[in-house]
């Protein structure tokens, strides 16, 4: 057995796995394509994929490893998973939620759906903190100005927190 195993999410695509990683890539340093794994004609019968055509596609984001599959269009992302970006400045909620939200739908709260509906949240480091005690006024004026919010403010956030 292996001591420390790899996770790594496989996101279900219908066609677009190639596309779809190189956008991520595109979006976050230190990333790449690993390897791209090709349907033959072994088990056409049961795939229907055309020989060659992209099967699984292997990429690092920041050192985090995916695979994106074309599997069809039997299966669509939901909300139910989504992926958090922790950011330490609004330059990067910015960069982030600017490139992940083209072609998608920005959702609220610092959530969003990128052009292929996977769910992604973008939010500051610092929140976690802010967020610590629910009991705590400042905590209540946080959430308060978050759920006014779609792509969130490390600004204003601050300032609720301060009471200001």
């Known amino acids: 057995m292996t001591v420390n195993p790899i996770i790594s999410p496989c996101l279900w695509f219908d066609t677009q796995a190639e596309e779809a990683a190189n956008f991520y890539v595109s979006i976050f340093e230190n990333s790449k394509i690993l390897r791209i794994l090709r349907y ?91 967020l610590r005690d629910d009991k705590d006024e400042r905590t209540q004026r946080v959430m308060d100005a978050i759920l006014q919010m779609k792509k969130l403010d490390l600004a204003a956030i601050q300032k609720a927190y301060a009471g200001a």
Not at 76 to 97: L, M, P
Not at 107 to 122: A, I, N, P, R, Y
Request: aromatic share 10%.
């Open 40 to 130: 033959s004609e072994a088990g056409k019968e049961i795939h229907g994929k055309p020989a060659g055509s992209v099967l699984t596609v292997e990429f690092e984001l920041n050192g985090q490893r995916f695979v994106a599959l074309n599997g069809g269009p039997e299966f669509k992302f939901s909300e139910a998973v989504s992926f958090e970006i922790n950011c330490e400045t609004q330059q990067e909620i910015d960069h982030y939620w600017n490139r992940l939200s083209e072609g998608g739908e920005e959702e609220s709260c610092g959530w969003l759906k990128d052009k292929f509906g996977l769910s992604w949240q973008v939010t500051p480091t610092i929140l976690n903190e802010m």
